[in-house]
Each structure stands twice: as C-alpha cells, then as structure tokens.
C-alpha cells in the first residue's frame, strides 16, 4: 500500500512553474520532517538523491542552495499534504521528483529517509 502518493509534474518551459504534491498516510505524516527531493536521468541509487526541501512539524524548512529562493515548500496538516511551489524552473532541474518523509531530525540528506514515494517527472526545456 503506498504510503506517499505524488503528483503535478509535468513538462515546462524555462521560467515556467510547477506545483507538486504529496499525499501521505497517517501514519507516515506524523514522521518528524517530511519533504521533496530529486535524481537527475541516469541516476538510479537513492543515496545520490538531492535534498531539494524539506519541513518540519513547527513549520521551519531547509532548502538545498541551489533553490536560490524560487522554492517554497509548506504543508497543510487537515489534508495529511505536503506541496512544493516551483518557480522560475531551470533546464537543471529537470528530473524525477520525490517524495520523501523521516522520523529522524532534519530529513536534508538522503540516507536518513524513512519513507519515500514513487516519483513525478520534472521536465523543464530551455
């Protein structure tokens, strides 16, 4: 039974906008830090995904430093929903996009998720 369910990926151009979300079972939203990460096309193992956002319970968030401010990641706790608004999307960052949730600290690095989703596409041309 899947745990994490994503979905709003899709094709852009540059400079375009995409909103992501993330529906999680109950059991796996009351983990400590939920959020998104990505894996470039030829990637294939799940320590080389990139912490894209994360949030944790009392709202505070990370973002990786190349987000560069165009990311916000939020969560709405009455609909067990994780979202990630994606601005000014770049060529780079094409690629698949996770889901992703921890019942450890701050969830930035890949080999402390707990719960992972099955992926959206990215997919931004220039």
């Known amino acids: 039974q899947a745990q994490l369910v994503e979905s709003g990926g899709g094709s852009v151009q540059a400079g375009g906008s995409l909103r992501l979300s993330c529906v999680a079972s109950e059991y796996v939203y009351s983990s400590n830090c939920m959020g998104w990460f990505r894996q470039a096309p030829g990637e294939e193992r799940e320590e080389e995904r990139e912490?894209?956002?994360?949030?944790?319970?009392?709202?505070?968030?990370y973002y990786g430093d190349f987000v560069e401010g165009r990311f916000t990641v939020s969560r709405d706790n009455t609909k067990n929903t994780v979202y990630l608004q994606m601005n000014n999307l770049k060529p780079e960052d094409t690629g698949m996009y996770y889901c992703a949730a921890s019942r450890k600290g701050v969830c930035s690095a890949a080999r402390v998720i707990d719960y992972w989703g099955q992926g959206t596409q990215v997919t931004v041309s220039s």
């Open positions: 912490g894209v956002a994360v949030i944790l319970p009392d709202n505070i968030s």
